[in-house]
């Protein structure tokens, strides 16, 4: 109970959590969310609230993005590499607390969808951009064009929501005292794509009927 108490908190601001764990913390959620399925982390707002310090100068943009760059490419070298050992085998482990196999088919349909751009794509996307790296590894996507992809994935979603963050507190320094609105925000657009995807989707279906 204590850990979505935390959790909670870490969602809604995630601005004690960076000043208390720093640079090592947001390197730990960044490659948790991306290489171990650890879904329910909050990278987006992460990223973009470090921005936030930076702009302050609390933290430096250049070592944020020389650090979190690497690790958002590591992470899905990880994940692709687990969905290629297991394979099918995820798609039937038991359902728990921390693992939904339902997610796996989302990002699944999400991948035969956009085909190797899903794995650019998808960074942008919470939940699916923990799993579609997991999916491109069961389906043994070619290595040298997944990491391709991968890295240009990795640097722009790190560098645009750090840097989407920096300069709106450079802009805007009276944000750092509304974070708590910047993340709904940020959670908002994050989870735009999928809603209009959702939306889409219903409107074919009617359409076809």
């Known amino acids: 109970m204590r850990l979505f108490h935390w959790l909670f908190d870490l969602l809604k601001d995630p601005g004690p959590f960076i000043q208390w764990a720093g640079y ?3 390197a730990a959620i960044v490659f948790l969310e991306t ?3 650890v879904f ?6 992460l990223l973009v609230v470090a921005g936030l310090f930076a702009s302050r100068g609390d933290m430096s943009i250049f070592a944020l993005n020389g650090l979190l760059i690497p690790l958002a490419i590591a992470g899905p070298v990880s994940s692709y590499w687990i969905g290629a050992r297991l394979g099918r085998e995820l798609f ?3 359902r728990s607390r921390f693992f939904r196999p339902e997610h796996l088919v989302t990002a699944q349909a999400f991948y035969e969808k956009h085909g190797a751009k899903a794995v650019v ?3 942008f996307m919470p939940i699916v951009r923990t799993f579609v790296p997991v999916v491109a590894g069961i389906g043994r996507m070619n290595y040298a064009r997944y990491t391709l992809y991968n890295v240009v994935g990795g640097a722009a979603w790190v560098l ?4 989407v963050g920096y300069f709106l507190g450079a802009q805007f320094p009276a944000l750092g005292k509304h974070i708590e609105k910047v993340i709904i925000v940020v959670v908002f657009l994050s989870l735009l794509p999928g809603i209009l995807g959702y939306l889409r989707e219903r409107r074919g279906g009617r359409a076809a009927a």
Do not use: N
Not at 40 to 45: A, H, Q, T, V
């Open 24 to 26: 090592p913390g947001l």
């Open 35 to 37: 290489g171990a399925m």
């Open 40 to 45: 329910f982390l909050p990278g987006d707002s």
């Open 92 to 94: 039937t482990r038991p």
């Open 121 to 123: 794509i998808a960074r």
């Open 160 to 163: 645009s929501m750090t840097l």
